[in-house]
Structure formats: structure tokens, C-alpha cells
């Protein structure tokens, strides 16, 4: 594996909301790191933290390779994506440590952007740690 296949792994997973595709990544033992003070590591923390991305609709991700070799590669990654529960709203608004979004009961829930930069790191055709740093807002 090498950055190219595994972001285009990493967009099918996170656009198809599916863990399995997600944990197919990765090492048995690899680790999954969401931000740089959190980390999932082996499928069944993956497969876990994934399942937060089915209280996301209408997901779409692109990318951009920074920098590539063998063993290792950096990726810029842009993803948009429709609020579709209450539960996710409320986890990314204690993520950001403050209600950006001023709500009142039964408003429509918001339209995300992240923007991000992710370090990976391979061996033997698997992800073996992965290292994301990005930042979220509601898309205007």
C-alpha cells in the first residue's frame, strides 16, 4: 500500500460510512490517530470510532498528495458532509469546546466542512499508523 491507494481507500470508506472497507487499511494492530491527543488501535477500536461517520449524509471527500514514498506519505483532505443526528451534532460541538452554532430545538442541523492533513505510515501493503491534524466548521 502506499498514500495514493490508501486515500482512495480511506474516500470509499468515509463516503460509503463503512468500517469494514475502513479497518481493511489497516494492520491488525495499526492505530488510527482522529487527533493528536486520541488513537484507536486494532479493527475493533477502528471499526468503534467509525461508526460515527453513519450519523453523517450526503459525505464527499477529496484529497491531495503532498508527499510520497514507499513506507510512508502526506495527504491534504477536504470533506463536506450533512449533520444527520442530534448525537453527531452534539459530538462535534464538545470537540470544538464551544456552540459555534447558535441552535434552538428542531432547527435544521448543519452542512460540515473539515479540512485537514493526514501522515501515514505502511508496511507489508497495511497502514500501520495513520496521523490526522484538521479543523471543522459549519459550511455557510
Given at each position: 500500500?502506499?498514500?495514493?491507494?490508501?486515500?482512495?481507500?480511506?474516500?470509499?470508506?468515509w463516503e460509503g460510512?463503512?468500517?469494514a472497507l475502513f479497518c481493511a487499511l489497516f494492520a491488525g494492530d495499526g492505530i488510527y490517530r482522529n487527533t493528536p491527543f486520541a488513537a484507536q488501535r486494532g479493527?475493533?477500536?477502528?471499526?468503534?470510532?467509525?461508526?460515527?461517520v453513519k450519523l453523517q449524509e450526503d459525505v464527499v471527500l477529496s484529497y491531495?498528495?503532498?508527499?510520497?514514498s514507499p513506507a510512508a506519505g502526506i495527504a491534504h483532505w477536504h470533506v463536506t458532509y450533512q449533520v444527520a443526528s442530534e448525537e453527531l451534532f452534539r459530538i462535534w460541538a464538545a470537540s470544538t469546546g464551544t456552540n459555534l452554532v447558535s441552535r434552538k430545538p428542531g432547527?435544521?442541523?448543519?452542512?460540515?466542512?473539515?479540512d485537514g492533513v493526514l501522515q501515514a505510515?505502511?508496511?507489508?501493503?497495511?497502514?500501520?499508523?495513520?496521523r490526522l491534524w484538521w479543523h471543522s466548521m459549519p459550511l455557510a
Open positions: 500500500m502506499d498514500i495514493e491507494r490508501f486515500m482512495r481507500g480511506y474516500k470509499a470508506a460510512r463503512d468500517e479493527h475493533a477500536e477502528l471499526a468503534q470510532y467509525w461508526q460515527r491531495e498528495i503532498l508527499s510520497a432547527d435544521p442541523l448543519p452542512r460540515m466542512v473539515l505510515q505502511f508496511a507489508g501493503g497495511l497502514c500501520t499508523e495513520c
